[in-house]
């Protein structure tokens, strides 16, 4: 593998691809890629947990293989499925040439080149020489039932069909599991993986990487993007903005044409940022000016 | 078979005997016939388990679903002793021998003299029944003060009654509504095809596929979050609240548990200990606000904002057990109750003072509540927390009677509910 040798290189090279990960971040996933251990990260929602395994993928140039989880997922869609119809195909086609020996049958129908494979499957049995990315995103939405189908790939990167056997990873898979804790994860998968938590980002870091991920906003309505966020995320709001909102903000205020920060902008836009209602209601009017006010002094007397 | 053999079967014959007219001067209906298939049941899976031996005999000796921990009560009693079997036998020679009934016996007692002994096992009601009700009050009384005690007001409770009716909690069956997960499993029900069983099982199906499997989905209880408030005026309550709270933790197989008055404190992990008395005794001394005012509005906002997204996810029942005495605003009650609605399956509201003839919902904080809740229902005795048993099984099935929907004087509505609907379905039970 030719991952970085160092968590300074590691992240350098997150920087690269414009992820401003946190030393105790970069260090949870420089251990997760030694160790080769799967890496849970837990955090509130849009801190940029997804994000680790799509820029994971393209630092060790290989592929991303993407589980998204949901109510009801089951093995059938996330390790394999028979191709039912091409079975069928083949039960007819083997009548046809008057074969009708159950146990032939059974094994003509039932081999590898009839397997529909899903997203663990793939990780697993995966044929190029460098190992992938498999992102179990959002496991906190699939039922606990699901939960012990994974055991088995975690510990030993395996999958087992009933038909076929096992089948064992040539190369580990790099995992990265997610959870915006929505409900709390068997301890049985935790104990198998480095565990994180991402906590949202301090402000200079944010700077950087509404910088890195918008070049084209100005240094000063940055700054006061950031200032405004950060000070809100401590207002008391049933759903804070994570970076994504803060980014989506950005590009919603980059493309109105604000050069400067004003509370009607920030008024006309305040859904990019917060999602409730009970929200928007609170920080609509006085909080909105009081706050508007903070960040452009605050950005100006702090740049 | 040897002469021992022989003689132990003679013993465990007898004793079954006797174990049925013990079950039956307990009130349960137990027949020459049953105490036939009992012995019979018991011929066949041998004394080797406990648990097996048990099985045969409430499988051939109770009938109702009700009777149950009466039988599990009469077994531990009867068959507690490794030499029972021996007692039992020469009890029964002693009571053959000894025509006059015995009125002096308690239970337990080393050997169930009862005055049936005076009747042979086919001779059912045919006695003085002053004799038969005596002795059935008597067994019933070491077994469960519960008609006593169902009706009497907690406040009025003593250390032993408080006792006596956790124990009670603790012996119901207490089940909660399920819900339909997306999750598949085999079934008859025809939701869905399962094509992979389908075609294993018609592999050599000659013409078209005639046996086909089908996949049903998959039902799951509920979760359960208790909010249970603990300050100063509920105070009377709180202690078998914690009993009914650490009940039903470990009856049910995913429960949160909070208590509240100034702040919310979580207490699910100290009420998963095994010993109640334990686990309250830890509560009193943890829960920093015990006794203390009420701010409801407050804490079911902090309920709202740290706990509701991780235990309010699929489809959870929430309880909330107060008077609604409320010193904080009623805005933010009314504001936080209706996100908390929004957020759960069936919001229940339990208040003690709707034990009172006489109570109006007319204080501020239950007048801001009430349009939220689907359920308004009294916890003032021990009656009531069994009645909730049925609101709780029959949650997500039709015709469980919301608040909202009955049309009576807003008084009354809560009244109707439990004199009507619940008490109804409930007759029976124990």
Not at chain 1, 284 to 303: I, P
Not at chain 2, 397 to 417: A, E, I, M, N, V
């Amino acid at each position: 593998m030719n991952g970085p040798n160092s968590i300074e290189e590691l992240s350098t090279r997150l920087g690269d691809f414009d992820y401003i990960a946190d030393r105790s971040l970069v260090t949870a996933i420089y251990l997760a890629l030694k160790m080769e251990k799967p890496l849970f990260l837990e955090g509130e929602v849009g801190v940029g947990k997804t994000e680790v395994a799509k820029v994971l993928a393209k630092l060790l140039d290989t592929e991303l293989i993407r589980l998204q989880c949901y109510e009801g997922l089951d093995v059938h869609n996330a390790v394999f499925e028979w191709n039912y119809a091409r079975q069928i195909i083949q039960i007819r086609l083997l009548e046809a040439a008057h074969i009708s020996d159950k146990e032939q049958i059974s094994q003509e129908i039932f081999g590898r080149e009839f397997l529909i494979r899903r997203p663990l499957l793939q990780a697993v049995d995966y044929q190029s020489d460098k190992p992938p990315v498999l992102l179990i995103d959002e496991l906190d939405r699939a039922d606990e039932e699901f939960e012990a189908f994974l055991l088995e790939i975690l510990s030993d990167f395996q999958v087992t069909i009933p038909e076929i056997g096992t089948i064992r990873a040539k190369q580990k898979p790099v995992v990265i599991i997610t959870s915006n804790r929505t409900r709390e994860i068997h301890d049985a998968v935790k104990r198998r993986c480095l565990y994180h938590w991402i906590d949202y980002p301090t402000a200079k870091q944010e700077l950087d990487i509404v910088r890195r991920k918008l070049p084209h906003i100005s240094d000063s309505l940055g700054g006061q993007i950031v200032s405004f966020v950060q000070t809100l995320r401590e207002a008391d709001l049933y759903k804070a903005p994570g970076i994504a909102e803060t980014l989506d903000w950005a590009a919603a205020l980059n493309a109105l044409g604000a050069a400067e920060m004003t509370p009607e902008f920030v008024e006309d836009t305040l859904g990019t940022l917060l999602k409730y209602q009970d929200d928007m209601v609170k920080v609509k009017g006085d909080m909105v000016a009081s706050l508007v006010e903070r960040a452009v002094s605050n950005s100006s007397g702090g740049s | 078979m040897n002469a021992a053999s022989v003689d132990l079967k003679i013993d465990l014959l007898a004793s079954t005997t006797s174990f049925g007219r013990f079950l039956r001067a307990g009130g349960l209906k137990v027949g020459p016939g049953e105490i036939l298939s009992a012995i019979e049941a018991v011929e066949l899976v041998g004394v080797r388990g406990k648990g097996e031996f048990k099985w045969a005999l409430q499988g051939t000796l109770v009938k109702q679903h009700s009777d149950i921990p009466f039988f599990d009560w009469a077994f531990e009693v009867f068959w507690q002793h490794p030499d029972r079997l021996q007692q039992t036998a020469s009890a029964l020679e002693k009571l053959a021998a000894r025509e006059a009934p015995d009125n002096t016996h308690r239970v337990p007692s080393p050997a169930p003299r009862t005055p049936t002994g005076r009747s042979d096992a086919s001779g059912q009601g045919d006695q003085a029944p002053k004799e038969e009700e005596l002795s059935k009050i008597d067994l019933m009384a070491a077994y469960s003060p519960a008609e006593l005690l169902r009706s009497k007001r907690f406040e009025e409770y003593s250390e032993n009654e408080l006792r006596q009716a956790a124990e009670i909690l603790r012996s119901s069956d207490w089940s909660l509504g399920l819900r339909k997960t997306r999750r598949l499993r085999q079934g008859h029900k025809r939701y869905r095809l399962n094509l992979q069983h389908t075609i294993r099982k018609n592999v050599l199906a000659t013409r078209e596929f005639v046996k086909l499997a089908w996949q049903q989905r998959k039902q799951k209880p509920r979760p359960l979050v208790i909010l249970c408030d603990i300050s100063g005026s509920m105070e009377r309550y709180s202690r078998i609240l914690l009993h009914f709270m650490h009940t039903v933790s470990r009856a049910l197989p995913r429960v949160e548990s909070f208590t509240f008055g100034t702040r919310l404190t979580r207490i699910t992990n100290l009420l998963r200990r095994g010993d109640a008395q334990q686990a309250l005794e830890i509560i009193t001394i943890d829960v920093p606000d015990w006794d203390g005012g009420t701010r409801i509005g407050a804490t079911l906002k902090e309920f709202n904002f740290t706990w509701a997204r991780r235990t309010l996810g699929t489809g959870a029942v929430v309880l909330v057990i107060s008077d609604g005495w409320d010193t904080g605003e009623p805005d933010l009650l009314a504001a936080e109750m209706a996100r908390l609605k929004r957020s759960c399956h069936r919001l229940i509201w339990l208040n003690p003072n709707l034990g009172y003839e006489t109570f109006e919902p007319l204080t501020r904080g239950i007048l801001a509540v009430l349009p939220y809740i689907d359920n308004f229902l009294p916890v003032h005795n021990l009656r009531s927390l069994l009645d909730l048993r049925v609101v709780l099984k029959a949650i997500g099935q039709p015709g469980l009677p919301t608040y909202k929907s009955s049309g009576d004087h807003p008084s009354r509505r809560w009244l109707g509910l439990n004199a009507g609907g619940i008490q109804a379905n409930y007759a029976g039970a124990p």
